[in-house]
């Protein structure tokens, strides 16, 4: 899988007319805003940046693993650690904005990631009716009027209006996501899946999978590994074992289908010392070999199996 996108190679790949587009251009990160009208999709991969889009038109969103067919307004967060693609499905319109965590949190030791926005195994869409539409257009092009301004303290503006924008996303969540959890139990759920989420997506064949078993997670949370798979169980109705294997499962998925490596740099990758083991474990849970895998998205897109796996993808 390819490394992430940087701000300079979106601007490269899009043809964007960008407004001040250096690095840091607001001083402390980066920030711009767009319009969607020119949108042709967006390939596979990660970006090493932000994205707060304002979707107005059919598609078909590609998040890490799964697909989310959208037919109604939207509003879409993605964030740097997982991948995502756009199949745009006739017109396009709405907005977009990126930006650094460097710009969001100037000076301060935090990360957005953090937040309640990015809850394990979910995807960030909110869809959203014609009086919210209407309301988060007009954040969004008060962003860009403010964006070819020449108020010298602009960029506090606009950090101003993005917080807006992300509190209206949490507003429209469940009000449980944003409550403590009130057992221990939970508290170490949340912990362990935030571990587990925290090592993916691999995408240089030089990472290694750190924490492989149960063990590794209980030592990292500093809790004894019956503790762990009891809090787990309470709370999921699955043992530690079964939550890792998922996930290295879904993760072998997304590299056979969005990578050219081979399998041994996956089998390594994910953390098996050798390939057949890695070979009897994918086989275990999904009933195919990890070639076998391959060769059905291969089959699917009617490509030869050898190269499958390499996704060019649409671009936006």
């Given at each position: 899988?390819k490394a992430?996108?940087?701000?300079h190679?979106f601007?490269?790949?899009?043809?964007?007319?960008?407004?001040?587009t250096?690095?840091?251009?607001?001083?402390?990160?980066h920030?711009?805003?767009?319009?969607?009208e020119?949108?042709?999709?967006?390939?596979?991969?990660?970006?090493?940046f932000?994205?707060?889009?304002?979707?107005?038109?059919k598609?078909?969103?590609?998040?890490?693993?799964?697909?989310?067919?959208m037919?109604?307004?939207a509003?879409?967060?993605?964030?740097?650690?997982?991948?995502?693609s756009?199949?745009p499905?006739?017109?396009q319109?709405?907005?977009y904005?990126l930006?650094?965590?460097?710009f969001l949190?100037p000076?301060?030791?935090?990360?957005?990631l953090?937040?309640?926005?990015?809850?394990?195994?979910e995807?960030?869409?909110?869809?959203?009716?014609?009086?919210?539409e209407?309301?988060?257009a007009?954040?969004?092009?008060?962003m860009?009027?403010?964006?070819?301004?020449?108020?010298p303290?602009?960029?506090d503006?606009?950090?101003?209006y993005l917080?807006?924008?992300?509190?209206y996303?949490?507003?429209?969540?469940?009000?449980?996501?944003?409550?403590q959890p009130?057992?221990?139990?939970?508290?170490i759920?949340n912990?362990?899946?935030?571990?587990?989420?925290?090592q993916?997506?691999?995408?240089?064949?030089?990472t290694e999978?750190q924490?492989k078993t149960?063990?590794?997670f209980a030592?990292?949370?500093?809790?004894h590994?019956?503790?762990?798979n009891?809090?787990?169980k309470?709370?999921?109705?699955?043992?530690?074992t079964?939550?890792i294997?998922?996930?290295?499962?879904?993760?072998?998925?997304?590299?056979?289908?969005?990578?050219?490596?081979?399998?041994?740099q996956?089998a390594?990758g994910?953390?098996?010392?050798?390939?057949?083991?890695?070979?009897?474990?994918?086989?275990?849970?999904?009933?195919?070999?990890?070639?076998e895998?391959?060769?059905q998205?291969?089959g699917?897109?009617g490509?030869?199996?050898?190269?499958?796996g390499q996704t060019?993808?649409?671009?936006?």
């Open positions: 899988m992430a996108e940087t701000i190679q601007y490269a790949r899009t043809q964007a007319e960008a407004v001040n250096p690095l840091n251009n607001a001083g402390s990160g920030f711009n805003v767009f319009t969607r020119s949108c042709k999709g967006t390939p596979y991969g990660r970006r090493d932000y994205k707060i889009s304002l979707v107005i038109g598609g078909r969103l590609q998040y890490a693993d799964r697909w989310l067919d037919d109604a307004p509003l879409l967060i993605s964030n740097p650690r997982v991948p995502y756009w199949e499905m006739g017109e319109k709405g907005w904005c930006f650094t965590e460097a949190y000076g301060e030791q935090k990360e957005l953090d937040s309640p926005l990015f809850p394990a195994a995807i960030p869409v909110f869809f959203v009716n014609k009086e919210e209407a309301e988060l007009d954040i969004f092009a008060r860009k009027r403010e964006m070819i301004s020449d108020y303290r602009k960029f503006l606009l950090r101003h917080h807006v924008l992300l509190h996303a949490m507003k429209m969540q469940p009000a449980q996501r944003f409550e009130v057992s221990a139990a939970a508290r759920t912990g362990f899946f935030d571990l587990l989420e925290q993916f997506p691999i995408d240089t064949t030089e999978l924490l149960a063990n590794d030592e990292r949370l500093n809790v590994v019956n503790h762990l009891r809090a787990l309470e709370v999921t109705g699955k043992t530690t079964e939550h294997a998922a996930r290295i499962v879904q993760e072998a998925m997304a590299l056979l289908r969005h990578s050219d490596w081979n399998i041994s996956i390594y994910l953390g098996f010392e050798y390939p057949a083991y890695f070979n009897i474990f994918f086989k275990k849970h999904t009933g195919l070999t990890p070639l895998a391959r060769g998205v291969a699917a897109a490509q030869p199996a050898e190269s499958a060019a993808g649409p671009t936006v």
